[in-house]
């Protein structure tokens, strides 16, 4: 499997996978949205893509967006999605993926790496806790939806 930061070359191959990613998440299916959508992403250069790939085709994907702690002064990187095809599940792609992102942050000296999933995803929880990721057990995260999907 070879991980690589990925370009705008690879949008479209990627637009499926994210499609898929967003269906997971109960989303309907829209491919052109999702192309558009990070196809914006590479132009703004506002997010960090890391693809896996098994000899040229498509397996996995996490973006990571950029942010920053003001009590301590330095970045922070939003690991929002992360998510690999059905048949490559199981395989050390997401693993693989989560070090690619953690290479990422230290090579951006960033003080840390944050992500969240949906509670009733105990995979996803399992494979962050055993790469060292802690449940956030001080703070409460709050949300303010401003606009109906």
């Known amino acids: 499997m070879e991980v690589s ?11 499926e996978l994210f499609n898929d990613y967003r269906i997971f998440y109960r989303q309907e299916s829209d491919i052109e949205g999702a192309v558009a959508f990070l196809q914006a992403r590479f132009e703004k250069k506002d997010s960090v893509i890391y693809t896996a790939s098994d000899h040229s085709r498509l397996a996995g994907f996490v973006q990571l967006y ?28 997401a693993r693989q993926l989560m070090q690619a992102a953690k290479q990422h942050a230290e090579a951006t000296d960033a ?32 949300a303010l939806s401003v606009s109906q999907l």
């Open 111 to 142: 003080i840390r790496i944050q992500c969240a999933t949906e509670i009733s995803n105990n995979l996803a929880q399992t494979l962050y806790e055993s790469l060292g990721y802690v449940k956030d057990e001080v703070f409460y995260h709050y």
């Open 66 to 93: 950029p942010s920053f702690s003001s009590v301590s002064m330095q970045p922070i990187w939003i690991l929002n999605d992360l998510f690999v095809g059905k048949s490559y599940r199981r395989k050390e792609v």
């Open 5 to 15: 930061l990925a370009d705008s070359a690879r949008v479209r191959e990627i637009a």
